[in-house]
């Protein structure tokens, strides 16, 4: 995707001093770990010095105003590339929420602001409270994704990150587009078992959810203007097809007019830019 990357440790501490410095004070970081490290049972997630733990900390460290969202979920640790474990072809709930709980604690631990359980378990959030809770994080947020949608948008995050299904797909834990009532059964699921926001991915193609959630629910709704909503505009815009800084502009204005509280866009930054 243009003007997106993959950052080392020290260059990310040098992107988030630049978005710091145009307003932009809240980063949903992502891991792309190694191939050796990733197997079926996807046990670096528990790596409390690994790699994602490791870069929470120096984030923190450095810029301790900062806003720290992570993402919680097995895809980027797991050989099999699903967001839960998997036995016999069948993702395991239950033991998957096990380590999704672990994994949100050691990102606590290391200075997280807000987990973001993106892997759409049962129960995960009500899991994941209870055990922050516990040891003494509840000023811990969760941004629970839970209007998480089984999208043709999320192609160019997962080629970045290679986290692609190694077999299958994600539709057995992701929600069916054409059902839109289920986005309302979630939320209220999340929203008793704890969660702090409610978020809705993809965001152009849900605009209808995320009006529909922010209508019936006094949470704050997030909505994930995903890598493939970005790539489109930016693939056209170069195409001179579309003035891609007044698509960007429009896009983003209607998420927030249907009701996004929060968004999260790869156009932050270019749009602060574009603002200042």
């Not at 055990?131 to 629970?144: A, H």
Request: charged content about 25%.
């Amino acid at each position: 995707m243009p003007g997106i990357y993959r950052w080392s440790t020290d260059l990310l501490l040098k992107e988030i001093e630049s978005c710091m410095k145009l307003g932009i004070h809240s980063f949903c970081i992502f891991p792309a770990i190694n191939d050796k490290l990733k197997n079926k049972k996807a046990s670096e997630c528990l790596n409390e010095k690994g790699l994602y733990p490791s870069v929470i900390r120096a984030v923190k460290k450095n810029f301790p105003e900062s806003i720290v969202m992570t993402d919680v979920a097995l895809d980027p640790y797991s050989s099999d590339g699903h967001d839960g474990l998997v036995r016999n072809g069948k993702i395991l709930n239950d033991e998957t929420i096990e380590l999704l709980t672990a994994m949100s604690l050691i990102q606590a631990q290391a200075g997280a602001d807000i987990i973001g359980p993106s892997d759409m378990m049962d129960g995960r959030v009500g899991a994941i409270r209870e055990c922050l809770d516990e040891n003494d994080f509840t000023d811990v947020s969760i941004m629970s994704y839970t209007a998480k949608y089984a999208s043709a948008f999320y192609g160019p995050f997962r080629d970045a990150l290679d986290s692609a299904p190694k077999f299958g797909d994600k539709k057995t834990y992701q929600m069916n587009p054409a059902n839109s009532k289920e986005a309302l059964i979630e939320a209220d699921l999340d929203m008793n078992e704890g969660a702090d926001f409610l978020m809705v991915k993809p965001a152009l193609s849900y605009l209808d959810v995320i009006k529909s959630l922010n209508d019936n629910f006094d949470l704050p709704i997030a909505a994930y203007n995903v890598s493939g909503e970005y790539a489109m505009v930016k693939a056209a815009a170069a195409k001179g097809w579309i003035d891609g800084d007044k698509v960007r502009d429009e896009i983003l204005l209607s998420i927030k007019r249907a009701g996004a509280f929060v968004i999260l866009t790869y156009f932050a930054k270019e749009f602060a830019l574009a603002k200042k």
